[in-house]
Structure formats: structure tokens, C-alpha cells
Nanobody
Framework: QVQLVESGGGLVQAGDSLRLSCVAS????????MGWFRQGPGKEREFVAA????????RYADSAKGRFTISRDNPKNTVYLQMNNLKPEDTAVYYC??????????????????WGQGTQVTVSS
């Protein structure tokens, strides 16, 4: 079992940056692949970025490539999402997700088991 708590959301203007954080409970954080997802108004939840347990590999949705960076600090049980050059279409609730996944690969996007409560990001034009 792991509990996830996101923070760092807020209201920003287009072109600004935000860094989201997600702190996980438990002592086996380094055994979990981590991901960020988002759900915009009237939209389905979508994948944003993922990082394997060691942090050596990352993966991004096309909408995030070149602007967002996912990273993790295993001793701090924390995963981050650095978001630069934010656009109004990035407005969404951002969720942190975890999957117990000891191999150094990415779990399927629909196989994340644990979710945070979400943090709102609003980007004004």
C-alpha cells in the first residue's frame, strides 16, 4: 500500500512554470514506477509522463515533450513534474500515480494502482 499526496498546483499565466510534487508514504518507494496524469474540464484523464523506479528512464505524452520534465528523489519518496512554458490547454487536475513495478521498464498506462487526490493547475491566457 502507498499513499500519494500532490502539491504545487496553482493559477499561472501562459508561459509561466510550475513544479508539482508528489510525496509517497511507505518504505518501498524505489520499487514503484511513477506517473503523472491529468484531467481537463470535460475531458477524460490522460497520461502525461512516467518514470521508472531508478529514475533512469522517462516517458512523455506528445503534449508534454520539450516542456515537462518528470524526476524522482527516492530517498525523499518524492516524484516531481516540472512544467515550463505552460499553455491554457494544460489546465487540468494533475494526478500522481504509482505501480509496484520492480523491472526497469514502464508499466502499461492503465495499470497504475495508486492515485493521489490531485492538484489543480489553471493556466490563463
Amino acid at each position: 500500500q502507498v499513499q500519494l499526496v500532490e502539491s504545487g498546483g496553482g493559477l499561472v499565466q501562459a508561459g509561466d512554470s510550475l513544479r508539482l510534487s508528489c510525496v509517497a508514504s511507505g518504505r518501498t518507494f524505489s520499487s514503484y514506477a511513477m506517473g503523472w496524469f491529468r484531467q481537463g474540464p470535460g475531458k477524460e484523464r490522460e497520461f502525461v509522463a512516467a518514470i521508472i523506479r531508478s529514475g533512469d528512464l522517462t516517458r512523455y505524452a506528445d503534449s508534454a515533450k520539450g516542456r515537462f520534465t518528470i524526476s524522482r528523489d527516492n530517498p525523499k519518496n518524492t516524484v516531481y513534474l516540472q512544467m515550463n512554458n505552460l499553455k491554457p490547454e494544460d489546465t487540468a487536475v494533475y494526478y500522481c500515480a504509482a505501480r509496484f513495478w520492480v523491472v526497469q521498464t514502464f508499466p502499461p498506462i492503465d495499470r497504475y494502482d495508486y492515485w493521489g487526490q490531485g492538484t489543480q493547475v489553471t493556466v490563463s491566457s
